[in-house]
């Protein structure tokens, strides 16, 4: 499956964005999806994850409250959903997604990535 992510850009602190994670070539609906990002000089870190049919969803806790992750397997699409922004969420977002039934916040559980889209947060 390739998976490519869209939606990011240049935002004011408070603000929204919804980034778009779009699958091609397998249906999205058979693989467990995750968001990451990272942030400049840091290491990628785990977001968000969704199970294979929508019905769970995991967010790490610093942005628990602030972001919705969501899917639409007819669609083979998954959307990330991010509110009251911070400068501190400036960051390249990745989507992922994979085939395993535990930690979900584990990128190593993830086969496949998209390229990532850049989330910046304006002070």
């Known amino acids: 499956v390739q998976l490519q992510a869209s939606g990011g850009g240049l935002v004011q602190a408070g603000g929204s964005l919804r980034l778009t994670c779009e699958a091609s070539?397998?249906?999205?609906?058979?693989?467990?999806a995750g968001w990451f990002r990272q942030a400049p000089g840091k290491e990628r870190e785990f977001v968000a994850a969704i199970t294979t049919d929508g019905a769970h969803a995991l967010y790490t806790d610093s942005l628990k409250g602030r972001i919705t992750v969501s899917r639409d397997n007819a669609k083979n699409s998954v959307w990330l959903q991010m509110n009251s922004l911070k400068p501190e969420d400036t960051a390249v977002y990745y989507c992922?997604?994979?085939?395993?039934?535990?930690?979900?916040?584990?990128?190593?559980?993830?086969?496949?990535w998209g390229q990532g889209t850049l989330v910046t947060v304006s002070s």
């Open positions: 992922a997604g994979g085939l395993f039934h535990y930690d979900f916040s584990n990128e190593r559980n993830y086969n496949y």
């Open positions: 070539g397998r249906p999205l609906g058979r693989y467990n």
